[in-house]
């Protein structure tokens, strides 16, 4: 029970991770499962004071809204990606969920970064919110981007409230080269029966070829989208999702995405040193890593 009587959801498992580390797929796919509840939207945001890059929110959850993201059987799993590096969340699921399990995709910081700085500056969401990520340096000087990439920063907090036998970590790598090995031990993680997936149609994912700042026409379609109830919408949504059809790349929603130069290696230099020592640090708590990772960024 929460507050004031209000019921707490079972939540079972959490897929957490960082942006650009192939959670969007990986939800996808799990949702075919008939032993796993995903959450919809993919990204509930409520036990997490970390609300996407720029969000937070330090209230608590909103139960009946937050149980409402979990319509049908088996365990329910929140796949609000920002959960990982928020350090609210450690305490908050510790106490409300002390058997949760987690699954946590990471990917090589480097790639990852860049591809969550050219996201923002793709959407304009850095101008919303009231800065300017133009120049990688400084955007890599703002807490909302670093915290992102500090893996072993964020996963000492988890490790230190929980068991390591709770997580699997995964290189989103393995996801795209070695899918049906991911999905194999995903299930296992979670203590299910095996499941064959269908995996026809399920990479695109949420990559940069198809992202498209949206229009104004776009935004306001957008915006009206999302006031329709989860349930009535969940169905049309997968069903295009299944297709491959993004409806937000369509002309009058959306215009050309603007291409950039990726960083120099000047505008890199602080963020490779911070790298380097915070991978060191994930390893030596989790027992995580891979050798290509530090040498890409030597």
């Known amino acids: 029970m929460g507050l004031e009587g209000e019921v707490v959801p079972e939540v079972g498992a959490f897929l957490i991770g960082v942006p650009k580390s192939g959670t969007t797929w990986l939800a996808r796919v799990l949702e075919q499962h008939p032993g796993i509840c995903v959450s919809n939207p993919k990204e509930p945001n409520e036990v997490a004071t970390h609300k996407g890059t720029f969000g937070r929110d330090v209230r608590l959850p909103n139960w009946d809204r937050y149980s ?96 390591s036998d709770r997580f699997l970590i995964i290189d989103s790598g393995e996801m795209r080269n070695n899918s049906e090995s991911v999905l194999r031990r995903v299930v296992e993680h979670l203590e299910l029966e095996s499941h064959t997936f269908n995996l026809e149609g399920r990479m695109s994912g949420n990559s940069a070829k198809k992202r498209r700042p949206l229009t104004i026409v776009g935004s306001i379609f957008k915006l009206f989208a999302s006031l329709i109830p989860s349930v009535l919408k969940s169905t049309l949504v997968s069903s295009l999702q299944n297709r491959g059809v993004d409806i937000y790349s369509w002309p009058v929603l959306s215009g050309r995405r603007i291409e950039r130069d990726a960083p120099s290696k000047e505008e890199m230099s602080g963020m490779i040193e911070e790298l380097l020592g915070d991978l060191e640090l994930l390893e030596t708590i989790t027992g995580f890593g891979n050798p290509e990772w530090p040498a890409g960024l030597q």
Not at 134 to 142: I, R, V, Y
Request: with cysteine; aromatic share 12%; glycine share 6%.
């Open 68 to 163: 409402s993201c979990f319509v049908g059987e088996g365990v329910k799993l929140d796949c609000s990606v920002h959960t990982l590096s928020c350090p609210e969340a450690v305490t908050r699921i510790s106490e409300w969920w002390p058997d949760a399990k987690f699954i946590v995709c990471l990917r090589e910081p480097i790639s990852r970064t860049i591809s969550h700085w050219n996201m923002i500056l793709d959407t304009g969401e850095d101008k919303l919110n009231g800065a300017d990520w133009s120049n990688f340096s400084e955007a890599w000087g703002d807490p909302r981007l670093r915290v992102d990439s500090m893996y072993g920063a964020s996963l000492s907090r988890w490790y230190n409230q929980f068991s």
